[in-house]
């Protein structure tokens, strides 16, 4: 048994965990969610094997202002299109706001929690 921990998952705070899902699930084109009784988790598995995505309610939840020190990001997801037009076509058709779309190789979205995200054609 090895001591070295593998990623398991990158979990978000968020007020709605099953519709949050939702969006990543659509945007991943990811198999149907794994949702708690409560309701309060859900887990996104990677139908590929690698680390997945989760979800978690918080109370009083306050999306990142990106870009802002005063309420900052953290972290963002970044998200490898090799057709940069179509999948900022599909993204926003599916629920995310534009952020920044200066940079040539890439765009910086909001999801529909706030959550900052990338699509990278880089």
Same mark, same amino acid.
């Given at each position: 048994m090895s001591a070295v921990p593998t990623l398991g998952v990158v979990a978000l705070d968020c007020p709605d965990p099953v519709a949050l899902a939702g969006f990543y699930r659509a945007v991943l084109e990811w198999d149907a969610p794994d949702v708690a009784d409560d309701g309060h988790w859900v887990t996104l598995a990677n139908p590929l094997g690698g680390a997945g995505l989760a979800f978690q309610r918080v109370a009083d939840y306050r /999306? /990142?202002?990106w870009p802002s020190a005063e309420n900052p990001q953290q972290l963002h997801l970044d998200l490898t299109v090799t057709d940069l037009e #179509? #999948?900022? +076509?599909?993204?926003?058709? $599916?629920? #995310?706001? $534009?952020? &920044? &779309?200066?940079? +040539?190789?890439?765009?910086?979205? #909001?999801d529909p929690a706030?959550? /900052?995200?990338c699509l990278c054609a880089c």
């Open positions: /999306p /990142p202002a #179509a #999948a900022h +076509e599909r993204v926003l058709g $599916l629920g #995310a706001k $534009l952020l &920044d &779309d200066a940079p +040539e190789t890439f765009r910086v979205y #909001a706030g959550h /900052p995200f």
